[in-house]
């Protein structure tokens, strides 16, 4: 059975500094999507990135990046100077091709709560 | 572009009671799928509508229904609530119902039942 984890609980900052949030992933198939959402206090999640699993490599837009490592099952994502915007309850998520039917159904680790204090 | 839309915001209801949350997928995607977040967890998955038929479904009760209408909007219907029910639930939607298309989130309806 798939399943992520994200041991971070919370995190604290201060603004500028850099943040990295974990996610490990456990999947039986070869072939798999992982995502990140950012969910702001309003409740509505917020796509920021797709990856399948045969694109290793890392990715940076603007001031997030993402490292992406088959090897230890892991996609961790980094905010580089992070700004109090940033604030929001970050959520890693899998999604498997099963059996050879490709259903669309996420798995969300339990998220971790970073806050970034002026 | 309208992105996913959800109604009500807020709900509340008691005890056995019967709920009907509403969901309008952004234009142009023809699937929808349902979460249910708990306070302080991660959405779970409830199931995923496709061409008017519920196409996968994850672990959750008969009480749990849902419909999908020729528009690609959708219903999700919730019967005998539990207290246990109480929590926020997202409506995404995806145009397809592959593990790699992207499923875009709507506000969520809070549901409160006492």
């Known amino acids: 059975a798939q399943k992520v984890t994200q041991a971070q609980t919370e995190i604290s900052v201060v603004e500028k500094e850099d943040v990295t949030l974990d996610c490990v992933y456990e999947?039986?198939?070869?072939?798999?999507?992982l995502f990140w959402y950012k969910q702001p206090p309003s409740g509505e999640l917020v796509f920021l990135i797709r990856r399948n699993s045969f694109d290793e490599q890392n990715e940076i837009s603007g001031r997030y990046s993402w490292n992406f490592q088959k090897s230890t099952s892991s996609f961790n994502f980094t905010i580089t100077a992070s700004q109090v915007v940033d604030s929001a309850v970050y959520f890693c998520a899998l999604s498997e091709v099963a059996g050879g039917t490709s259903y669309g159904k996420l798995t969300f680790g339990q998220g971790t709560i970073l806050t970034v204090h002026p | 572009d309208a992105g996913v839309t959800q109604s009500p915001t807020h709900l509340i209801k008691t005890r056995g009671q019967q709920v009907t949350l509403r969901c309008s997928p952004k234009?142009?995607?023809?699937?929808v799928s349902w979460y249910q977040q708990a306070l302080g967890q991660g959405p779970q998955f409830i199931f995923q509508?496709?061409?008017?038929?519920?196409?996968q479904r994850g672990n959750f009760p008969d009480r749990f229904s849902g419909h999908q209408f020729p528009n690609y909007s959708s219903e999700l219907n919730v019967n005998a609530l539990l207290l246990g029910d109480s929590a926020l639930y997202l409506c995404a939607s995806s145009s397809g119902l592959a593990a790699g298309d992207t499923q875009y989130f709507g506000p969520g309806t809070r549901l409160t039942v006492l």
């Open positions: 234009s142009g995607h023809d699937t």
């Open positions: 999947t039986r198939d070869t072939t798999y999507y």
């Open positions: 509508y496709y061409e008017e038929e519920e196409r």
